[in-house]
């Protein structure tokens, strides 16, 4: 009972031609207590290993423990000890909210009181409406009352904030905080880079069916060696807003800029990471004046695990950047 | 300014994206209209199941009435005499007709063929008009009873066959004595015959709708999902599908009966329990069907192409609005396997003739065996997830 969940080489493909592996031997230790997140982009088999872990899968090959029990083995012990909150659930419009809550809550033996779960998520007042009179974050914070109101000591919660508003993402997010202060185990997915870094305390980076990093957010992004990021284009100085493809000895020569850690061309966009911004952004102006460029589309910021994605992928992520 | 220096490897991709004019000379395959309907075609030809309900199902259709109904060659009239002096006569006399098909059955078996819809007249010797049967004259001058309801279809064409028989083989003479009877006491009319059938189709849809069509809606809005992943037991969900079906069963039906006795005074002729408990096992079942046809359907086109594929034989053959009698009797057997057909007769046996539900020993077999065997399959093949 080391670890809440505790999954060894999980493997699933799917039957096609060819095979389509959507998961291709994951490691994933999750402690107790702590608020797991799942980052990658779509199609990176995030929904995939949940629902495994969840039960609604089954693995092709592997070992899954949950609370250090098994699936197969133990199916209704687990069922009654997680709480699950899938991606697109729609929940029955001619239902009302307290409605819906009672009927989940009658599958556990032990739960909490419907006002218990609705002041949870700060439904109380929505109590008697219809579900089809709720607002997006309304509904998906219903969605989170069925998913904890059997008081759960696992919480999986896949996406509760995609397509939702960003007032409504900050009360989930409220509501994701409190449940990790009351010392329950969460395992969030989110394809949000800036969710992961703020709800977190471990994330595991995923790309096409592995785990490609895993760490604190701040380990991750110290992993890069600097924590300020530079991104621009090179532009002719005769055409300021045509950005061309730059020349690879003047990147060579970025590299070698003091506190200069990373220099990433990814379709005519340089990144840069670093530590000290401005003598970074002053030596890159006279750099590129040396050699008859200019910068174009200057942005500078903090370095962030869409950062990290991009330096271990090449790919960006479908991310808002809220 | 000077865009003739700009080298011209920086700027591949862009030229790339230059618009191609639409000029007059461009394709008609390339007009708008003619991409709009090929990607009709082709969003139309890439699902097969609505290749098979708008091609395939229609045919299948054609071939099962077509065939029921041709293999008849002309339509025939189901006509009985009840037994008694010049029966035999009359019935090789009326035999010679094509159009006819003639027995001579008991009184109480012709007025129960009568209710239950299985022929079209029958004839049985005068009462009436002080005109007394003779044993010396011939059949066609006999005083006859042509018996029928008015209100059904077939009953007076019926008669002027049998008119017209008989002139025929009384030569020139036109001395026919007959008698016209509207059979319609309550029990005997179209009215009563069709409220049995009623109550079927309503078992039928609402075992379709009610518990398939609603669960294939969960299993897409992944609400079938959503309950895996508690402990709730799948015997709860299922069952609890099941029992509110049944409890929307019984209002149905007192609305019909009702609704049925206050404008036609049709009225149940069997003992309530036996009704009650034949309507009940006759929802279960349909609740089966429906459960089993729901079992792996992941979409709405699907369903709603199985529940096409399920109905529509029932509707056309199995006799709620007219008795499968008059099919030819080859295809009794196939329309008495479907499962609505044995529950239709035992509601009529019990409605119209006062019967018990033991008198229906194979339709009640049926009912059960339908009821139970599409439980067990439903169950072994149901997918709650996507």
Redesign the interface.
Same mark, same amino acid.
């Given at each position: 009972m080391k670890f809440a969940i505790d999954c060894r080489n999980l493997r699933k493909t799917y039957p096609a031609k060819p095979p389509v592996e959507a998961v291709r031997g994951l490691d994933l230790q999750v402690q107790y207590g702590e608020c797991f997140g799942v980052l990658g982009p779509n199609g990176a088999g995030k929904t995939t290993t949940i629902e495994i872990l969840e039960g609604l899968l089954p693995a092709t090959s592997g070992e899954v423990w949950i609370l250090g029990r098994q699936w197969g083995r133990d199916n209704r012990e687990i069922r009654q000890r997680i709480g699950v909150s899938l991606q697109e659930t729609v929940l029955s419009d001619e239902l009302t909210v307290a409605e819906t809550v009672r009927l989940f809550r009658s599958f556990y033996p032990h739960a909490l009181t419907v006002e218990q779960a609705l002041a949870q998520v700060s439904l109380q007042e929505k109590a008697k409406s219809r579900v089809n009179k709720l607002s997006g974050g309304q509904k998906q914070r219903l969605a989170v009352a069925c998913a904890i109101v059997s008081d759960p000591e696992l919480l999986f919660l896949d996406e509760p904030t995609t397509g939702l508003d960003p007032t409504s993402r900050r009360e989930v997010w409220e509501i994701i905080r409190q449940l990790r202060a009351n010392g329950r185990t969460i395992l969030l997915t989110t394809h949000y880079m800036d969710e992961a870094q703020r709800l977190c305390d471990r994330v595991a980076i995923f790309d096409e069916g592995r785990v490609i990093a895993l760490g604190t957010p701040d380990e991750l992004i110290r992993s890069l060696g600097g924590d300020q990021v530079v991104q621009f284009s090179f532009a002719k100085r005769q055409e300021p807003h045509s950005p061309v493809e730059p020349p690879t000895e003047i990147l060579d020569t970025m590299r070698a800029l003091p506190s200069v850690s990373l220099v990433e061309n990814i379709a005519e966009q340089v990144r840069l990471t670093c530590q000290q911004l401005p003598a970074v952004v002053t030596a890159l102006i006279e750099l590129l004046r040396h050699h008859d460029f200019v910068l174009s589309d200057l942005n500078t910021r903090e370095a962030s695990l869409d950062d990290v994605f991009i330096h271990l992928t090449g790919k960006r992520l479908e991310s808002d950047a809220a | =300014?000077?865009n003739q220096e $700009?080298p011209h490897e920086?700027?591949p991709n862009k030229k790339s994206l230059a618009p191609v004019p639409h000029g007059t000379g461009s394709l008609v395959s390339d007009w708008p209209i003619m991409i709009l309907v090929r990607t009709r075609l082709l969003e139309f030809s890439r699902r097969p199941a609505a290749m098979f309900w708008t091609y395939v199902f229609p045919l299948v259709m054609m071939f099962i009435l077509g065939s029921a109904f041709r293999s008849q060659g002309e339509s025939v009239s189901q006509v009985a005499i009840v037994s008694g002096v010049h029966a035999a006569e009359l019935n090789t006399l009326l035999k010679s007709s094509p159009e006819l098909a003639v027995s001579i059955v008991a009184p109480e078996e012709g007025l129960r063929m009568l209710r239950a819809g299985r022929l079209a007249l029958l004839i049985r010797t005068s009462t009436g008009d002080g005109v007394l049967p003779s044993s010396s004259a011939h059949a066609v001058e006999q005083p006859w009873e042509f018996v029928y309801d008015p209100q059904r279809a077939g009953g007076r064409t019926a008669e002027l066959l049998v008119q017209q028989q008989l002139r025929l083989s009384a030569g020139a003479k036109d001395s026919l004595l007959f008698h016209r009877v509207p059979y319609s006491e309550p029990g005997g009319r179209y009215i009563d015959f069709l409220v049995p059938g009623l109550i079927g189709m309503v078992l039928l849809g609402g075992g379709l709708w009610g518990v398939g069509f609603a669960i294939v809606d969960m299993r897409i809005? *992944? +609400?079938l *999902?959503?309950? +895996?992943? $508690?402990? =709730?037991r799948k015997s709860d969900f299922l069952l609890g599908i099941v029992f509110s079906r049944m409890l929307f069963v019984i209002p149905q039906i007192a609305v019909i009966l009702l609704a049925s006795y206050l404008a036609f005074s049709v009225s149940n002729h069997g003992p309530w329990f036996d009704f009650l408990f034949v309507v009940l096992l006759g929802g279960l079942q349909f609740a089966g069907v429906g459960l089993l046809i729901a079992s792996r359907a992941k979409t709405m086109e699907t369903m709603s192409g199985l529940i096409n594929l399920v109905m529509l034989p029932m509707w056309t053959l199995s006799g709620i609005f007219f008795s499968y009698e008059n099919f030819p009797e080859m295809l009794h057997i196939p329309i008495r396997l479907l499962p609505l057909t044995p529950l239709l007769d035992a509601l009529r046996g019990i409605m119209l003739d006062g019967q018990s539900m033991f008198a229906f020993p194979l339709e009640m077999a049926s009912i059960l065996l339908w009821t139970i065997g599409t439980f067990v399959i439903a169950l072994w093949n149901f997918r709650w $997830?996507d």
């Open positions: - | =300014m000077s $700009t920086t700027t809005r *992944k +609400l *999902k959503r309950f +895996l992943a $508690t402990p =709730m $997830t």
